[in-house]
């Protein structure tokens, strides 16, 4: 073999690597935590089974989703079915939601923010009671990290596994964790809060005025 050949396979050797490499890096980003890509289409890893999650669910103990209520639910959210983490059943949203006033907190296990806020949405869930419903909604297809961080934290709010953010796109939430969305009892959207709450006396003040009470 000539030397001026040898020198072209050895950059084309070269050149296929990089390109090898440069696949694989973006195939990572892609399925990074916080990834709406391709890598984020599905709502949990296929390490997740029902056996790999016994012990994480043991562990975070959490309340049970909220059964179907009276009427069709929220219009945006129909159609969308998701598991529920504390116990791997089955929640049609819509339905889980009608008739109730709800706090859908949107959350990540890695959103450090996310986890400040958690025992704050607990406290105020203890406060309100039956009049509202607080609903976390684990955004990362990692359900075993989302459970293990409620247990770390000591929250057992109820935790639907959304893994592809259907709720976040069908009710148009920005793309920022945490996030909150307040829902009427009628389904309809009384406010959408992209933000992080410090505290429950924050968290009463902006969701109060929305469903007809003091903060």
């Known amino acids: 073999m000539h030397t001026s050949t040898r020198w072209t396979v050895a950059v084309l050797v070269v050149v296929v690597a990089l390109g ?4 694989s890096q973006l195939g990572d980003d892609e399925s990074a935590p916080g990834s ?3 890598g984020a289409s599905r709502d949990r890893r296929d390490a997740d089974t029902a056996e790999a999650l016994a012990g994480p669910r043991t562990r975070a103990d959490l309340a049970p989703c909220p059964p179907p209520g009276l009427g069709d639910g929220p219009a945006a959210l129909r159609g969308i079915v998701l598991e529920c983490a504390g116990d791997g059943s089955s929640v049609d ?4 939601l009608a008739g109730r006033t709800v706090v859908l907190n949107l959350w990540a296990y890695w959103c450090a923010p996310c986890t400040q806020e958690l025992p704050a949405m607990a406290e105020y869930q203890k406060r309100v009671g039956s009049k509202v419903t607080v609903l976390t909604v684990h955004q990362d297809e990692n359900e075993t990290a989302g459970l293990l961080r409620l247990a770390e934290l000591g929250v057992h709010l109820p935790m639907l596994q959304d893994g592809r953010r259907r709720i976040a796109a069908a009710l148009k939430v920005p793309n920022v964790m945490p996030a909150t969305v307040v829902l009427r009892s009628d389904g309809s959207v009384a406010a ?3 933000r992080s709450f410090a505290n429950a006396d924050e968290i009463a003040a902006a969701v109060g005025p929305q469903i007809g009470e003091a903060g």
């Open 192 to 194: 959408i809060l992209p």
């Open 36 to 38: 709406t890509g391709p």
């Open 93 to 96: 949203v819509a339905k889980a």
């Open 20 to 23: 090898v490499a440069l696949w």
